[in-house]
């Protein structure tokens, strides 16, 4: 284009009057409010004179381009007007995704949520006696039922879980762990961290590998308040290690008059080694092994919200609801409906294992993700020209996620994609620009869709979004 003075160009962009009475705007103005629309206009035009003034008046023709400039305030529009919190396609595989909200709500807690949260409750109210009861009710007894413990409390995550016990039970006096449970797991979680944040002192014992019941004994004196043994998540050692069992620190802690804590992290109800996978303590089976304290989260193996939960004598629970700290972590009545809803399903094992959409993902067998991932294919081929688009369906491996069975993968089937035309991370950003965001993952410059985590709804979505991107490229 002709030099033009940068004043010159600046007093022929449109104002934000003249912009609101083009049709585009106007016709945006229907659904979005009017603020919004202004923000956009506004938003845009500046960033367009900041490039004019920044190119010297040599700027990007498209720049000023008026059908660019309503394309891009349209855009701004929508992108201003979209919830920051918003459904993804989990094409992962990583079944307990922490980055893309861990656990799927099994429809029956979602049921639960949408009566409960449409009206008013009894989340604080006694029916029986007419009068103000406690919250904590609404989840005890069905987690009393499928653990056999005495009592439990729940709050709003296992970090939190972890805490109350400690602040509760050892504030100011020393709780033993072996050295190599002092684990960092996701959001710099940190034993030794909470520890000192609840007031208690850490008493490490054993080496980083291995660790004996004379370790333990070793170490207690009179400002002894509790043995803790601790699920180490992601981490793992192999090798010369050795590590004290729940049984054989229970009778340490019972000779001593010592209550034991265990922090399972995920807290697994279902015995995964029925299925050919590694195993896990169950919830069930540390209660029954003598643990005077439980702790677990909610929304991993257990497959339902956000929380954490509290098992274990009847005395010791009483005392950490007592605690003043229980208020600042307590949960609402959206995650207590959905958990009572998600642990119901856990008394009949096989309801279960089809019900809640994290066992169900990852008990599914390889048979029937071969033939999900042949389906996906199917529907992409029919959505994208064979000449730009290659795909193989293949075998590869998943994880459980969330610091789960962290050792474990889980074999699969994926579908594997390659264009001659877009590169691989072009693709993987085009999906995950799509509405709703697709996410994959890339492996040797090819983009893998594994099916292990799609919704029956999603293969649509995704062979929608194929569509989309290439018939852009084939025009």
Not at 106 to 129: F, H, M, Q, T
Not at 151 to 170: G, H, K
Not at 363 to 374: A, D, F, I, M
């Amino acid at each position: 284009m002709p030099t033009v003075s940068v004043q010159e160009l600046l007093r022929r962009l449109p104002g934000v009057d003249a912009l609101l009475r083009m049709q585009p705007i106007r016709d945006a103005l229907v659904d979005h409010p009017r603020t919004v629309v202004l923000e956009s206009i506004r938003r845009v035009l500046d960033a367009v004179r900041k490039h004019v003034l920044e190119t010297a008046g040599a700027p990007d023709k498209t720049f000023i381009d008026i059908d660019h400039l309503i394309a891009r305030i349209l855009e701004d529009i929508q992108t201003s007007s979209d919830y920051t919190l918003r459904n993804t396609v989990n094409a992962t595989g990583i079944v307990i995704h922490t980055n893309l909200g861990r656990s799927l709500l099994p429809e029956e807690a979602v049921d639960r949520l949408k009566l409960l949260c449409s009206g008013y409750n009894n989340l604080e109210y006694d029916l029986g006696l007419g009068r103000r009861g406690s919250r904590y009710v609404h989840a005890e007894a069905i987690l009393r039922e499928l653990t056999g413990a005495e009592a439990a409390l729940v709050v709003n995550n296992n970090a939190a879980a972890v805490l109350l016990v400690l602040s509760t039970l050892a504030r100011d006096r020393e709780v033993v762990v072996s050295r190599g449970q002092l684990v960092e797991i996701g959001g710099s979680f940190r034993i030794p961290d909470v520890m000192r944040s609840s007031g208690a002192i850490l008493r490490e014992v054993g080496c980083t590998n291995r660790t004996h019941a004379a370790d333990y004994e070793s170490a207690i004196n009179d400002r002894t308040a509790l043995l803790m043994k601790v699920h180490t998540s992601n981490y793992r050692m192999v090798g010369f290690t050795s590590e004290v069992s729940l049984e054989d620190l229970v009778a340490l802690g019972r000779s001593r008059g010592i209550p034991v804590v265990e922090d399972l992290g995920s807290g697994s109800f279902i015995d995964f080694s029925h299925f050919g996978l590694q195993g896990e303590p169950t919830v069930r089976q540390a209660v029954d092994a003598g643990a005077d304290i439980v702790t677990f989260s909610g929304d991993k193996l257990l497959g339902g919200p956000q929380a954490g939960i509290i098992l274990g004598r009847k005395d010791l629970v009483a005392q950490c609801r007592k605690n003043p700290l229980t208020r600042a972590l307590r949960v609402d009545k959206m995650t207590l409906a959905a958990l009572e809803a998600t642990l119901r399903l856990y008394r009949d094992e096989r309801s279960a294992l089809e019900r809640i959409p994290t066992l169900h993902m990852i008990t599914v067998s390889s048979g029937v993700l071969e033939e999900r991932s042949r389906f996906l294919a199917s529907r992409i081929r029919e959505s994208v020209d064979e000449n730009l688009l290659r795909m193989e369906v293949r075998q590869d491996a998943s994880q459980v996620g969330g610091g789960s069975l962290p050792a474990q993968d889980l074999p699969t089937w994926v579908v594997a994609v390659q264009s001659p035309v877009m590169s691989t991370q072009k693709i993987e950003i085009e999906m995950r620009r799509n509405r709703p965001p697709i996410i994959g993952r890339i492996e040797s410059d090819l983009f893998i869709l594994d099916v292990r985590t799609l919704r029956e709804e999603d293969y649509e979505i995704v062979a929608a979004a194929f569509r989309t991107v290439f018939s852009e490229v084939a025009a």
